[in-house]
Structures are given as C-alpha cells and as structure tokens.
C-alpha cells in the first residue's frame, strides 16, 4: 500500500500552507498511484486570515485519512485526537490505534466534547491566531528590514 502524508495548512517547520491548486493536485497524484493520503490537521483554526478548507471533501471522500490533534488548539499536554477516514481503511486503524493507545481518556474526550462547540474555544482560538499573527509580522518585519541577518552576523562573530 502507498502512502502520502503531509500537513496541507501551516507545514511544520515551514509554516507553509498548499494553495486550493496544490491540494487538488495532491488528491489527484494519491487517486492516480491508489495511494492513502493521509491530512494532519493540527492547527489550521489558527491561520491568520481563513481556515484552508480539508482535503476531505465529498470529491476526495475516498483517498483522504484525515488526522486532527487537539494538543496545538487546547492545551500542549491534551491528548486527544480524531480520525475521519473512509469504511475500507477502518480496520487498520482500529488496530493501529489500539496498540498505540489501548485505553482513551474517556475524560478527555468528554471535556473535548464539551469544549470544542464553546464560544470559549473560539474566542481562544481567535486570541492564538491573533498573537501567532503578530509574532509572524514582526519576524517578517525584522527579516525585511535586515534587523534579522545583522543579528546573525553578529551571532557568529
């Protein structure tokens, strides 16, 4: 079986996000090569402008495996996570997911549960992005206007 996996919104390291053109074109590589394309969303509640829409949508119902992670958006140390995947893979990763983590928080998921649809969540997602918005203008800032490379220069004098 093959397998691409990527991050289509805010890419780790790189912070990068695939274009509306690069997702479709992503799904139709997986679709040529019967591959599985696994989505990890684990913060795009946090763009600075518009949440990038999945690649999980009802034209790429059947090649999408898509992974969220709550550790970004509620707290560093929550473990809790979803999985929306199409019916044929569904085996696998009730066995993948059982050796890895037999017994969920039941508690997790039910604060998760209880969270996620709070006008709480959302205010706090929004506080995020704004204050991760910030911090990207000043380093794009500092970097445009060479604050960054004499900072550098000096670092390794």
Known sequence: M???YLQP???NPTGVSLSGERRAAVVELA???RAALVEDDFAAELAYDRVPSPLRTAEAFNEVIYVKSFSKL???AFRAAVIVAPNHHERALRQAQHGLDPFPSA???AVLARYLPSREFQEH???VASMLAARWEALRLGSTSGLLLGANA???Q
């Open 74 to 76: 509620a707290a560093p």
């Open 107 to 109: 508690l997790a998921q």
């Open 9 to 11: 919104a805010f890419q």
């Open 125 to 127: 997602t929004k506080r």
């Open 2 to 4: 093959s397998l691409i």
């Open 31 to 33: 679709r040529r090569h």
């Open 154 to 156: 000096e670092a390794s």
